[in-house]
């Protein structure tokens, strides 16, 4: 698929590997709209990369419907949404402080499987409206999992169950919107250099970091970026969720 001045949507782009696939496609040549929470940080971002940025929470079909309406506004129906807003909360199903509070599980379903569905089926309403390119193309969705959808680690139920949840809506989103030429991938990350990773101390940095086969290091964005940008360049790469992850294969914990 072109990149040059096609709308593309990346949410969780104000930091870590949303901001890693928002610059490798505003490089590219696409008109990026950042969807995000973190208002100062992703107006800082939307300006660097001469895109604009919309406060949205993904888990709302409200705020989602309203911050593709500016979007449209702004750039005209996307091309490319980039799904890569999330969160991470910890919790045994059965702790020290007893069971894990079911309202815990639910905001992460909410955010991670729920939000990501929110955006991706808006994402295909709008493709669905662009004029399809000579394969027939209209546009690219690519949601981001994690290998925690394979390999939970202990105090991962909400975290594995959503991402999980990822993994088995990419193949069923690519086959139903098959017919609209809308392609859809997923990225399942292992470690990154994000800033949660970057708030730990160096010791943690570096004890995650010989957990890894090759390369012995932590995964940047800019590495994220380059996967966003081969699955948008890649026709017949479809339905697929790849691990991008250095052959880790994650411990119980």
Sequence with gaps: MEFQNVAAIV????????????????????????FDLQKERGEAVAKELEGIFVECDVSSAASAEAAFAKANEAHG???????????????KILGREGVLPLENFSKVVQVNLIGTFNILRLAAADMAQREPNADGERGVIINT???????????????????GGVVALTLQAARELAREGIRVNTIAPGLFMTPMIAGMP????????????????????????????????????????????SALRMAPR
Excluded: H, W
């Design 11 to 34: 949410t969780g782009g104000a930091s870590g590997l949303g901001e890693g696939a928002a610059r490798a496609l505003a490089a590219a040549g696409c008109k990026v709209a950042i």
């Design 77 to 91: 129906f996307c091309g490319v949404a980039v799904n890569c807003a999330g969160v991470a909360t910890a919790g």
């Design 145 to 163: 999992a994690s290998i925690a959808a394979y390999e939970g680690q202990i105090g991962q139920a909400a975290y594995s169950a959503s991402k």
């Design 202 to 245: 160096q010791e943690v940095q570096d004890s995650l970091a010989a957990t890894l086969l090759f390369p012995k290091r932590l995964g940047k964005p800019e590495e994220f970026g380059m996967m966003v940008d081969q699955m948008v360049r890649n026709p017949v790469l479809n339905g697929e969720v790849i691990r991008l992850d």
